[in-house]
């Protein structure tokens, strides 16, 4: 075997290494953002100030995987000059980490409405709306990540048609808490900040589906650019009552 293909090897061997170094950060900055959600939503439900404050504190985690998965992706790219799959690679790590950048802002901006309302008793069909519509989310969110781990544009499409769902909760949610606000304008400031948390949902579902077109893009070559289909009452990712009753269980991400 001459240098020159030894060379190659080490090379190919090095490059890899760096792909796979891309992908588990992603994989790291989602479990943060799933933990995000899933403990911004617990302390606004269970009222718990300090639960919020902990939440808030993971961001800066985030933010730091963004940038460090940003400047490799661009150097790798200066670098290798890389083709076809390995730069659709690339870019959709760039892109992906962005948008989880931004779930993780907004999973802080629910953490924060969360303190200041947590002096406040939440109405019970608010309440069982939120978590149902949290429940929702955060299946999508766990869909694009596992859709982005297996390289897997069938279960990408899934999470991106499934957020249908997640718009007509919010739009159901939006309504009764203008209903709330209308019968008793004691309740106005309460159901302000709700309606805002469930409009960072709403958003949060809209940045999951971007994961989604991504990984699809990132695999297929091929962008998404038809409408979103109505979806019917038999949605994969539509929870009956009892579901949404179950306990929440998040694993522990690994620390980077």
């Given at each position: 075997?001459?240098?020159?293909?030894?060379?190659?090897?080490?090379?190919?061997?090095?490059?890899?290494?760096?792909?796979?170094?891309?992908?588990?950060?992603?994989?790291?900055?989602?479990?943060?953002?799933?933990?995000?959600?899933?403990?911004?939503?617990?302390?606004?439900?269970?009222?718990?100030?300090?639960?919020?404050?902990?939440?808030?504190?993971?961001?800066?985690?985030?933010?730091?995987?963004?940038?460090?998965?940003?400047?490799?992706?661009?150097?790798?790219?200066?670098?290798?000059?890389?083709?076809?799959?390995?730069?659709?690679?690339?870019?959709?790590?760039?892109?992906?980490?962005?948008?989880?950048?931004?779930?993780?802002?907004?999973?802080?901006?629910?953490?924060?409405?969360?303190?200041?309302?947590?002096?406040?008793?939440?109405?019970?069909?608010?309440?069982?709306?939120?978590?149902?519509m949290g429940k929702l989310?955060?299946?999508?969110?766990?869909?694009?990540?596992?859709?982005?781990?297996?390289?897997?544009?069938?279960?990408?499409?899934?999470?991106?048609?499934?957020?249908?769902?997640?718009?007509?909760?919010?739009?159901?949610?939006?309504?009764?808490?203008?209903?709330?606000?209308?019968?008793?304008?004691?309740?106005?400031?309460?159901?302000?900040?709700?309606?805002?948390?469930?409009?960072?949902?709403?958003r949060l579902g809209d940045?999951?589906?971007?994961?989604?077109?991504?990984?699809?893009?990132?695999?297929?070559?091929?962008?998404?650019?038809?409408?979103?289909?109505?979806?019917?009452?038999?949605?994969?990712?539509?929870?009956?009552?009892e579901e949404a009753e179950?306990?929440?269980?998040?694993?522990?991400?690994?620390?980077?």
């Amino acid at each position: 075997m001459n240098n020159n293909t030894t060379n190659h090897q080490h090379i190919v061997r090095s490059y890899d290494k760096e792909l796979i170094e891309i992908d588990r950060m992603i994989a790291t900055m989602g479990g943060y953002c799933e933990k995000m959600l899933s403990d911004a939503l617990q302390a606004m439900r269970q009222r718990d100030p300090e639960l919020a404050e902990e939440t808030i504190l993971i961001d800066e985690k985030i933010n730091r995987l963004n940038l460090d998965i940003e400047e490799n992706a661009i150097r790798m790219i200066a670098l290798r000059q890389p083709m076809a799959q390995d730069l659709r690679q690339l870019i959709g790590a760039i892109r992906i980490a962005t948008d989880l950048e931004r779930i993780g802002d907004l999973a802080k901006n629910i953490a924060k409405r969360a303190i200041t309302i947590a002096e406040e008793k939440h109405p019970k069909p608010i309440r069982k709306d939120l978590k149902r519509m949290g429940k929702l989310v955060r299946r999508q969110l766990k869909g694009a990540l596992d859709a982005y781990a297996q390289r897997d544009p069938v279960k990408a499409m899934e999470v991106w048609e499934g957020d249908e769902e997640v718009d007509n909760m919010y739009t159901s949610i939006f309504r009764e808490l203008l209903t709330y606000m209308m019968e008793d304008p004691r309740n106005i400031t309460l159901c302000t900040h709700l309606l805002f948390g469930a409009r960072n949902l709403e958003r949060l579902g809209d940045h999951t589906t971007h994961i989604a077109r991504n990984v699809h893009f990132l695999v297929t070559g091929e962008t998404i650019d038809r409408k979103r289909p109505k979806r019917d009452n038999t949605s994969h990712i539509q929870l009956s009552p009892e579901e949404a009753e179950k306990p929440e269980t998040v694993e522990e991400p690994k620390s980077f």
